[in-house]
């Protein structure tokens, strides 16, 4: 048996992350290690996680590609599936994320935006894709 555990993203500051996750989306707080390196929120099904970029360079050895609101999104994304796209959307900004594109009805009837976090992490809010 497998399944899809969690995402980890690598920041500055684990604290500010679940924070702005906690307050800009509303998810749950699940678990911050004492040292506040390693912290997990509850968001469905799949645990978001953070691990400090300290705490990445001693699993990673040979480093690894910070991310940065000043440089371009990674080729990857997080998604967030909401009924409403422009007021989650919204709220994000409030609380420190960066609009990279409004909301798009897609070819398909799905509704997507894409903002960044504090860290210039991608995020997409989105509606659910209907099949």
Aim: glycine share 8%.
């Amino acid at each position: 048996m497998i399944k899809f555990g969690y995402t980890i993203l690598y920041v500055e500051n684990v604290e500010e992350s679940i924070a702005f996750y906690e307050n800009a989306f509303g998810f749950s707080r699940k678990f911050v290690s004492p040292d506040n390196d390693y912290g997990e929120l509850i968001t469905g099904e799949t645990t978001l996680s953070f691990a400090s970029k300290k705490l990445a360079a001693q699993n990673l050895k040979e480093g690894f590609i910070e991310s940065s609101l000043e440089d371009k999104p990674f080729a990857i994304e997080i998604g967030f599936i909401t009924d409403n796209v422009p007021e989650m959307l919204q709220k994000a900004t409030t609380f420190g994320a960066v609009i990279v594109s409004e909301p798009v009805e897609k070819p398909w009837g799905q509704i997507v935006a894409y903002a960044r976090d504090l860290n210039g992490f991608l995020i997409e809010i989105c509606t659910e894709v209907q099949g």
